[in-house]
């Protein structure tokens, strides 16, 4: 993350978390196969850091922001 949008992200977000390669093409699947969204891996990473701790967040409002759907047919057919 840049040094400008690690300050930024300081002051607004609660907690980081690390994701897989593997955990993000589920996400990307599960964006396209369940919400009909075409998304590129940074929706796609976004759904798996919520699906890794989703048992955390029961009862508490979420937002997945799901933007973006920069990814070739070829990436997307290798996912699906």
């Known amino acids: 993350m840049g040094s400008i949008t690690f300050q930024l992200c300081k002051d607004v977000v609660d907690e980081f978390t690390v994701v897989s390669e593997d955990?993000?093409?589920d996400g990307i699947r599960i964006g396209v196969e369940k919400h009909h969204q075409l998304i590129e891996?940074?929706?796609g990473t976004a759904i798996a850091g919520f699906l890794k701790y989703k048992?955390?967040?029961i009862g508490k409002?979420?937002?997945?922001?799901m933007c973006g759907g920069n990814i070739?047919?070829?990436v997307l057919k290798?996912?699906?």
């Open 61 to 65: 409002t979420v937002v997945i922001v």
């Open 55 to 57: 048992s955390n967040l």
């Open 41 to 43: 891996g940074a929706a």
């Open 72 to 74: 070739s047919s070829e």
């Open 78 to 80: 290798t996912i699906l």
């Open 23 to 25: 955990e993000i093409i």
